[in-house]
């Protein structure tokens, strides 16, 4: 799957802590890597990213911090879990 990144979001906060620990609470998973195909980083956020698809909706995943301030779309492994960043579906 591919995704787009939300980049200039850094100011948004949540009740979490932080994006990361947000993505975590949420989906029920940790990880110590990113989501990007081929990318072994380890300094990993929460990211706040769109699918490459007609949804427009904001979701979280963990990327590094190389990855997060990317333009273009990037690809992501099968299998990541997307947390919606809407802080009224989720930690409100």
């Excluded at 949420?26 to 890597?33: L, V």
Aim: net charge positive.
């Amino acid at each position: 799957m591919k995704v787009k990144n939300i980049n200039g979001t850094s100011d948004n906060l949540c009740k979490c802590g932080s994006w990361l620990n947000h993505w975590e609470k949420f989906s029920g998973r940790t990880t110590i890597f990113c989501s990007e195909k081929g990318c072994t980083r380890t300094d990993i956020v929460g990211a706040h990213v769109q699918k490459a698809t007609t949804d427009t909706k904001w979701y979280i995943i963990p990327l590094c911090k190389a990855h997060n301030t990317a333009t273009g779309e990037l690809e992501i492994f099968e299998g990541t879990v997307f947390v919606s960043a809407n802080k009224s579906e989720t930690c409100g």
